[in-house]
């Protein structure tokens, strides 16, 4: 069966996206499973639409940077992917970041075309109800942290046995999982990457300071 033309030319894009040299047309044709007639044809749609592909039959074909790719193209396991992602969100994650995944589902859905957006609506995959202790801490304030770099004064931490102490940590990462919310940090108390559920903590204040180590640093650390 031959790809509907939308996901042929999405596959086609991400092909030339991860060769930095030029292909030649019988390559390209050979991994996306379709004829040299199409491929020569949907190269000549892409151009048409703005794609900056170089080349020609015989000799190769290369993409140039600064394409990008229309919210149409998405393919229909992206759209479904992106549907499930984002009700997860809606539903696991904190109030600012629920609200962003609702708007960002409805600006998806705006500019797809009719039968697309007809898929996320009837969506069959579905996000079970989120179940876990409450927080007594704005969790955007960690979001916000991690993005600013910004040192944080966790107040009255307890851990598993129930000790309570007050910790300086550089956060980077924050981890949702089915039942609780990790702020992954260096923790200047015990100079060591350490693990914070961020139930167990009991307040959040800014220390007044940023860490200067990358954020990518610190997470391949």
């Given at each position: 069966m031959t790809a509907p033309r939308a996901e042929r030319l999405l596959a086609l894009l991400q092909v030339l996206r991860r060769h930095r040299r030029p292909v030649t047309g019988a390559a390209l044709?050979?991994?996306?499973?379709?004829?040299?007639?199409?491929?020569?044809?949907?190269?000549?749609?892409?151009?048409?639409?703005?794609?900056?592909?170089?080349?020609?039959a015989g000799i190769g074909y290369v993409l140039r940077p600064g394409f990008m790719l229309p919210p149409m193209m998405f393919s229909q396991d992206e759209i479904e992917a992106l549907a499930l992602g984002i009700r997860w969100v809606g539903r696991s994650g904190d109030p600012g970041l629920a609200r962003a995944a609702v708007n960002a589902l409805a600006r998806i859905a705006a500019v797809l075309p009719a039968e697309l957006r007809e898929e996320v609506?009837?969506?069959?995959?579905?996000?079970?109800?989120?179940?876990?202790?409450?927080?007594?801490?704005?969790?955007?304030?960690?979001?916000?942290?991690?993005?600013?770099?910004?040192?944080?004064?966790?107040?009255?931490?307890?851990?598993?046995?129930?000790?309570?102490?007050?910790?300086?940590?550089?956060?980077?990462?924050?981890?949702?999982?089915?039942?609780?919310?990790?702020?992954?940090?260096?923790?200047e108390l015990r100079q060591d990457f350490r693990h914070f559920r961020t139930d167990r903590?009991?307040?959040?204040?800014?220390?007044?300071?940023?860490?200067?180590?990358?954020?990518?640093?610190l997470l391949k650390q």
């Open positions: 044709a050979a991994e996306l499973g379709t004829s040299l007639r199409t491929l020569y044809r949907d190269i000549a749609s892409l151009q048409a639409q703005g794609a900056d592909i170089e080349g020609e609506d009837a969506s069959t995959l579905l996000v079970g109800p989120a179940k876990g202790e409450p927080e007594g801490i704005d969790i955007a304030l960690l979001r916000a942290a991690i993005r600013e770099r910004e040192v944080l004064h966790l107040i009255a931490y307890e851990d598993e046995a129930g000790r309570a102490s007050d910790r300086c940590v550089w956060p980077f990462a924050l981890g949702f999982f089915e039942r609780v919310r990790v702020l992954v940090a260096w923790c903590i009991g307040a959040v204040e800014p220390a007044g300071r940023r860490y200067r180590t990358s954020r990518a640093a």
